[in-house]
């Protein structure tokens, strides 16, 4: 054995909890129910943050596209399960059922988001009012696409004109 394998030997623990005193048994204990309760912790006000977000584009009518939904309900559905996994250990497993609910729930955002196609105009920046219908909402916003609706499929007289989509909004905001 090297000089440095017997100076770290010095305060590694070598014996098991029980051969312990017990201050030191609990003390570990209380070391791993913080560290649990703290994943909890952060693990919940990560995924407040994605629900303010949400919030916030509903709210405000914010330009959002497929890929950021999909991406931020990924971090969502993580963050919970790590909640889930983080308080079974901390409870012993007294919150096992909360895993069933998760994954059927998950499983049905997953479907949901995978029935969502992605938009064959969704590459474009600008589109005339000839090009849009309903379908085009969260590329255009309700406000256009409901013009573009009544142009195209009602056949009823709308001004000539023009949007910028959220594409366009979202690649000028992340060059900016």
Not at 102 to 131: C, T, W
Not at 139 to 164: C, H, R, S, W, Y
Request: one cysteine or more.
């Amino acid at each position: 054995m090297n000089l440095i394998t017997k100076f770290t030997s010095l305060f590694k623990r070598k014996t098991s909890c029980s051969k312990l005193p017990q201050s030191f048994c609990l003390e570990e204990e209380f070391k791993k129910r913080y560290k649990l309760f703290r994943e909890i912790i952060l693990a919940n006000n990560q995924t407040l943050e994605i629900m303010a977000e949400f919030e916030e584009i509903l709210s405000l009518n914010k330009p959002f596209n497929l890929n950021y939904l999909k991406s931020r309900c990924t971090t969502l559905l993580v963050n919970v399960y790590k909640m889930i996994q983080a308080l079974i250990n901390l409870t012993g497993g007294r919150y096992k059922d909360l895993e069933v609910v998760f994954n059927r729930l998950s499983s049905e955002i997953e479907e949901i988001l995978a029935s969502r196609k992605e938009n064959p105009l969704e590459k474009s920046f600008v589109l005339d009012l000839s090009e849009i219908t309903l379908k085009d909402i969260d590329l255009v916003g309700q406000k256009m696409a409901t013009l573009g609706e009544i142009k195209n499929k009602l056949g009823l007289d709308v001004p000539e004109g023009f949007v910028i989509t959220s594409s366009a909004t979202m690649y000028f905001l992340k060059k900016k």
